[in-house]
């Protein structure tokens, strides 16, 4: 396998083994190749639009497909399968589709130029092989590396787009633009005759459709459950018995609510979920007490502790743990194997393990935090907030997007959940983020600095209360020295980034070994550079570019405030 469509990817460069996310090979190639085939659906679905026909059913198919590939969604290989052997069913559909309007425009060959063949079997060891054929790695092979890069841009693109058309879909609401869009990417992207000009005008032309689906889920969203309001909610449980709802999928939460009325169980929301109790529609029901639990990489640990069922929609689930195997389910484009799937939203099953399960026996504290600040509640105080801003009552904004990383380090929100925004506010000028081919620390007197940066950063952190005035920090046998005019980096990537992992390489890049960087061993004056040992990784790659260290004489200063980041740089 080779996957590189997400952050989690093995050292920030490619999973070839075995997914970070817990996506194995198999599933691997078969979502290969569920690609493939919606890329053969599109070209025909594309150029019968062209001609002014379109399938309703065709282009629902693209953006489930799509988002079946999308990263933690479906990890089952046979609900793959059969997304797989529908798509081959609507080829032929689309097809016929566009033969017919051909036809209808005029005389003339209704047959479609380098249209894909899609003739490869059916079952699943044949579809395994089929996708191993059409897998990145091999489509990569003596193409420019520039148009393989810019055609999965934008099928990365067009995958994020597709999970929020669904969503709208789901609701009622859709839109041909989007539809059209997504044909005539995949249609594109299939070709593989793209020009570096024309694929990067797919590309922005992706992100301007994107903004059209984001307003068209939101619309979908608030006209069914109203406009989401400053809502109080409460995180500690309460007694009684008990689901967890994890994901995006209102639309599951609202029937979830709906078929347990009067059943005595409690709702709880959970990870991305937590906007839904912001919602005047979804807020009516009384049994909707709450939130429990935080982020999706915490789920093993906080679904072992979550004494009731638990219900995945849209994506983010890990492997499920023995603890919680047997009450875990999933709906929608979501699956694992051996965890029941609830289709057609009959969530019986559902509400029979969380009667079967303990719930909650005891309250805590009651808790509450602060939601609901969305777009039309804001603006509906844009006359206090702007006026706040003209007296000096407020003085920053602080814009977070996303969610929090699973990595060490990438815990952003939560530090400014826990105060982090007041120390963020004015960061030491010389604290910044940068690539790792960029990174080096300055310190005065000529001071040679540690050439394990990675391990250095770290010990940083974890000793930043010893680093007070007067005071500094000892390094792996080296002389204390003080962080005067000390310019921390957070050193990111790895030492190949000028040479980044490409499709076909045996193994993983080695990263940023820093045990392989000798010491600096003795002072270099203003400026020094140490050369990592001549080694390759075993894609043979050759070995990594210098990593400068360079020093900046100049008066003593107080030291550096440690264990910060500048947010602002890239």
């Not at 051996?338 to 805590?364: C, E, K, M, R, T």
Request: proline share 6%; glycine share 10%; net charge positive.
């Amino acid at each position: 396998m080779f996957c590189f469509q997400c952050e989690q990817t093995h050292r920030t460069t490619a999973c070839t083994a075995t997914g970070v996310c817990g996506k194995d090979a198999e599933v691997a190639a078969l979502q290969d190749l569920l690609v493939h085939v919606s890329k053969g659906v599109a070209q025909y679905a594309h150029a019968a639009r062209a001609l002014g026909r379109s399938d309703a059913a065709i282009d629902r198919f693209l953006i489930e497909a799509l988002f079946v590939t999308v990263t933690n969604v479906s990890f089952d290989p046979a609900r793959v399968d059969e997304k797989i052997e529908e798509g081959l069913l609507l080829h032929v559909r689309a097809s016929q589709l566009h033969r017919n309007a051909a036809r209808a425009a005029g005389p003339g060959d209704a047959a479609l130029p380098g249209a894909l063949s899609l003739n490869f079997g059916h079952g699943l060891a044949a579809h395994i092989g089929a996708g191993l054929a059409v897998a990145i790695d091999a489509r990569a092979t003596g193409r420019d590396a520039n148009l393989v890069a810019l055609e999965e841009l934008l099928l990365y693109g067009v995958k994020g787009m597709a999970a929020y058309a669904q969503h709208a879909q789901v609701l009622g609401f859709e839109s041909d633009t989007v539809y059209a869009f997504i044909a005539k990417a995949l249609a594109a992207i299939a070709t593989q005759d793209g020009s570096v000009e024309s694929l990067y005008t797919l590309c922005m032309e992706a992100g301007t459709v994107n903004l059209e689906v984001m307003e068209l889920l939101d619309r979908a969203n608030t006209s069914a459950y109203g406009h989401p309001e400053p809502t109080r909610v409460r995180i500690d449980p309460i007694p009684g018995k008990c689901i967890l709802v994890s994901g995006h999928d209102l639309k599951d939460l609202e029937d979830l609510l709906v078929q347990t009325e009067g059943k005595g169980v409690n709702i709880y929301t959970h990870g991305e979920m937590l906007p839904a109790l912001a919602y005047p529609q979804l807020k009516k029901y009384p049994h909707l007490v709450g939130n429990y639990g935080g982020a999706w990489q915490d789920q093993q640990k906080e679904f072992t502790a979550f004494p009731g069922a638990i219900l995945m929609t849209t994506n983010c689930i890990q492997r499920p743990l023995s603890t919680y195997d047997a009450r875990i389910f999933t709906s929608g484009m979501v699956s694992w194997p051996g965890v029941a799937h609830i289709a057609n939203h009959d969530y019986a099953p559902v509400i029979a393990a969380a009667l079967q399960a303990p719930g909650f026996q005891s309250a805590d504290s009651g808790r509450r935090i602060t939601i609901g600040f969305a777009h039309n509640a804001v603006l509906g105080v844009a006359d206090t907030v702007i006026a706040a801003v003209k007296a000096g009552s407020i003085r920053h904004f602080f814009l977070i997007g996303g969610c929090d990383g699973a990595r060490t380090g990438t815990r952003l929100l939560h530090r400014v959940r826990r105060g982090g925004a007041e120390r963020l506010r004015h960061p030491h000028p010389g604290v910044r983020k940068v690539p790792f081919q960029q990174a080096r620390v300055r310190r005065d007197r000529g001071h040679p600095a540690p050439a394990r940066l990675r391990a250095m950063q770290r010990r940083l952190q974890r000793h930043q209360d010893r680093l007070r005035p007067g005071r500094g920090l000892r390094l792996r046998g080296q002389r204390p020295a003080p962080f005067a005019r000390a310019e921390l980096v957070r050193a990111e990537g790895c030492l190949y980034s000028a040479q980044p992992a490409q499709p076909g390489d045996q193994g993983h890049p080695p990263g940023a070994h820093a045990a392989r960087l000798p010491h600096a061993r003795h002072r270099q004056g203003a400026r020094g550079e140490v050369q990592p040992d001549a080694h390759r990784d075993r894609g043979g790659r050759p070995p990594g570019l210098p990593l400068r260290l360079s020093a900046s004489p100049g008066p003593r200063a107080s030291p550096v405030p440690l264990g910060r980041e500048d947010h602002r740089s890239p």
